[in-house]
């Protein structure tokens, strides 16, 4: 079984400068996840689909961060104007089922760097 | 959202030693779960936990759920050099049902020393 594809693996920008990331869950998970996790900490939620609709974005930053499920399977998550800040793994992940919590499947992350 | 500690930051060992690490909380959880990642890979999920009092196994790893239900404790025995990397816990971010993301620790990191 093929497990959650990201893309890029490594992106290198000037701040004030756009980015986009795109993943393709395993196929059939419902549930699919964006995570940021900056260098020396755990992952952050920013974003949590079912199929196409947002269950929960309480944590993205909406003036620059956009994300969208358009047909419930692949996922891009756009940052516009990127800071310095935003130098991050960005993890997305996907889960079957809501009814077991904890079971996510993670990709390898797309790795930001903002200059 | 729901905060997790973990203790230690970090951990320097020999092969063939047996590990500890615990996480905290100052809130209930009624799941905790433990991921390990490795350079380069995102997480992958060793073992959840769903019930107080709980103590499961995945091989060398046993990881246990608190009386309290407000923290958890992971053990590997026999420490190899694969398992060196980051441990997470992590833990429902909402305990009202609805929204399931995950909250996670900082972070154990074990390093083994030749």
């Known amino acids: 079984e093929a497990g959650v594809a990201q893309s890029p693996r490594y992106k290198i920008i000037e701040k004030r400068q756009s980015v986009a990331f795109w993943c393709n869950p395993i196929?059939?998970?419902?549930?699919l996840y964006w995570y940021q996790q900056i260098l020396g900490q755990g992952p952050k939620l920013l974003i949590q689909?079912?199929?196409?609709?947002?269950?929960?974005d309480s944590q993205l930053p909406k003036d620059r961060f956009s994300a969208e499920r358009l047909k419930g399977v692949d996922s891009t998550l756009k940052i516009q104007p990127a800071k310095l800040e935003d130098s991050a793994v960005y993890l997305c992940?996907?889960?079957?089922?809501?009814?077991?919590?904890?079971?996510?499947?993670f990709g390898e992350g797309s790795r930001l760097t903002v200059l | 959202g729901q905060q997790l500690n973990q203790s230690p930051q970090s951990m320097f060992i020999q092969e063939g030693e047996d590990v500890s690490m615990n996480c905290t909380s100052s809130?209930?959880?009624?799941?905790w779960l433990w991921y390990k990642q490795d350079p380069g890979e995102g997480p992958v999920l060793l073992i959840a936990?769903?019930?107080?009092?709980e103590l499961t196994s995945n091989g060398r790893l046993t990881a246990q759920f608190g009386i309290t239900r407000k923290d958890s404790f992971l053990n590997i025995s026999a420490s190899i050099p694969s398992d060196v990397g980051i441990y997470f816990c992590?833990?429902?971010?909402?305990?009202?049902?609805?929204?399931?993301?995950?909250?996670f620790g900082k972070g154990t990191h074990l390093i083994i020393q030749p």
């Open positions: 992590a833990g429902p971010m909402y305990s009202g049902g609805g929204a399931d993301g995950l909250t």
């Open positions: 992940a996907s889960s079957l089922t809501r009814n077991v919590p904890g079971e996510l499947f």
């Open positions: 196929s059939g998970h419902a549930t």
């Open positions: 809130s209930i959880f009624n799941t």
């Open positions: 689909f079912q199929n196409n609709g947002v269950v929960d």
């Open positions: 936990l769903y019930k107080a009092g």
